[in-house]
């Protein structure tokens, strides 16, 4: 669904009745993967953190587990599983960021350094969903009663 949408809004969906469909299909991603904006969902969890909206993290989670390799997946959801625990033990993002990679390397047997810079290039890739998520849910207009 997802990958129909970024379709359309590239195809240069600027008619109310591109924008309609634009946005039944967010609506549909919405329902499908609602789920993913509960806390179980490491990546909307994160994503909710960092102060999006719900509806842009559902999406976000659903194009960035689509595109992303499922080992690469499992990784940054280990790492932000740490991460968010640090969050809400009132730890700065900075510091419960490095305290998640630091903790997941020890567990994985990695080299803290290796695990930061592959955990760095998922993390690009899951804040490229999400920018691409706010800025075509914020194409959506409002309906308006007025006639």
Not at 1 to 12: D, E, F, N
Not at 52 to 74: L, M, P
Not at 104 to 116: C, E, G, N, S
Request: charged share 25%; proline share 2%; glycine share 8%.
């Amino acid at each position: 669904m997802t990958i129909r949408l970024r379709i359309a809004w590239r195809a240069g969906a600027r008619s109310f009745a591109g924008l309609v469909g634009v946005g039944v299909l967010l609506g549909l991603s919405n329902v499908a993967f609602g789920a993913t904006t509960k806390a179980t969902d490491t990546l909307a969890a994160m994503c909710v953190a960092g102060g999006e909206r719900d509806d842009v993290c559902a999406c976000a989670s659903a194009e960035f587990r689509r595109a992303t390799d499922k080992n690469d997946v499992a990784v940054y959801s280990d790492v932000g599983r740490v991460y968010l625990a640090r969050l809400k033990s009132a730890m700065p993002a900075r510091d419960a960021w490095d305290d998640a990679i630091g903790s997941v390397a020890v567990k994985k047997r990695l080299m803290p350094i290796d695990l930061a810079d592959k955990a760095g290039a998922i993390r690009a890739r899951h804040e490229a969903a999400i920018h691409q998520c706010a800025e075509a849910t914020a194409a959506i207009p409002t309906h308006s009663s007025a006639h």
